[in-house]
């Protein structure tokens, strides 16, 4: 337990001096202005009477999904570009040996990994979710209906994508593991959109695409069950049929039965991992 806590800590160390989180914090930062901008923007057309105060409210809706997905492209390229070093770039590095020549087992250092990079992922979201919740309520007066739920999805997102850097990590160089981390998350949510746009056609097989990708990556999935907590209630009655298949709007809530599947796809993820990482030469 000592091992696992220390790996933690170490990592949440390493990952707070990588440039990344540079990148990462200027990124936020340009999004949120960005977006209190576009907000105070909407604000003032319902104050001048362009935008009632409710549809002012139900655009306000939308527009933070819309937000909140680019904090989660940003979440998924920092994960994906941390989780890629932790492992690999030790091991070519050499540090990895030196660690691994004491008594201590690999799943444990894995473990202390995967935990710091879930601690630094979930905190990131959360603080900049936080954030832009705040902003969105200062400027237009809307708040989401389930922010908790919602940005619980979104750092469980986070966590499936780094799971999916590590297992990566264990077999391919950094860069290589981080771009094929963020390449998968990207053509998730295309099918995800292209399964929406099916199901509104009602054509099965093309809305089949979304469900499978789903299942084999949870990433969209979960995207969408976030979606659908930070919409306002009433979106789905004010928008007609054929907003069906639109990538910002989520008409139902996750099943229990999908979030005990994403837990499950992460332990097997990260159980490849460990093997995968034990069998490596150092």
Not at 41 to 55: F, I, K, V
Not at 121 to 148: D, K, N
Not at 188 to 212: C, K, P, R
């Amino acid at each position: 337990m000592r091992t696992v806590t220390a790996m933690a800590a170490l990592t949440l160390r390493e990952a707070a001096r990588r440039r990344v989180l540079l990148a990462l914090a200027a990124l936020t930062l340009m999004l949120l202005l960005l977006s209190a901008w576009g907000f105070s923007r909407l604000a003032a057309e319902s104050s001048l009477g362009t935008l009632t105060t409710g549809e002012a409210r139900l655009a306000a809706s939308q527009l933070l999904n819309l937000v909140m997905f680019g904090f989660s492209l940003i979440a998924a390229l920092g994960t994906a570009f941390l989780a890629g070093p932790t492992l690999s770039g030790e091991t070519e590095s050499g540090i990895a040996l030196a660690v691994l020549a004491r008594p201590v087992r690999r799943a444990a250092v894995l473990l202390g990994k995967w935990l710091g990079l879930v601690v630094f992922g979930s905190g990131f979201v959360a603080l900049a979710g936080l954030a832009q919740c705040l902003i969105v309520h200062w400027t237009v007066g809307y708040w989401p209906p389930q922010p908790i739920a919602a940005l619980a999805l979104l750092a469980a997102q986070t966590v499936v994508l780094l799971t999916l850097g590590l297992l990566l990590s264990t077999v391919v160089s950094p860069m290589a593991s981080g771009v094929v981390a963020v390449g998968l998350f990207g053509a998730t949510w295309v099918a995800g959109v292209v399964g929406g746009i099916g199901q509104a056609l009602g054509n099965e097989g093309v809305a089949s695409v979304g469900t499978v990708s789903r299942m084999i990556l949870p990433t969209d999935g979960l995207w969408r069950g976030a979606m659908h907590a930070f919409q306002d209630p009433s979106v789905l009655s004010r928008f007609g049929e054929e907003f069906k298949g639109f990538p910002f709007l989520s008409e139902a809530p996750l099943t229990p039965a999908y979030l005990g599947w994403a837990g499950v796809w992460v332990a097997m993820i990260w159980g490849l991992a460990a093997v995968s990482f034990q069998r490596r030469d150092l």
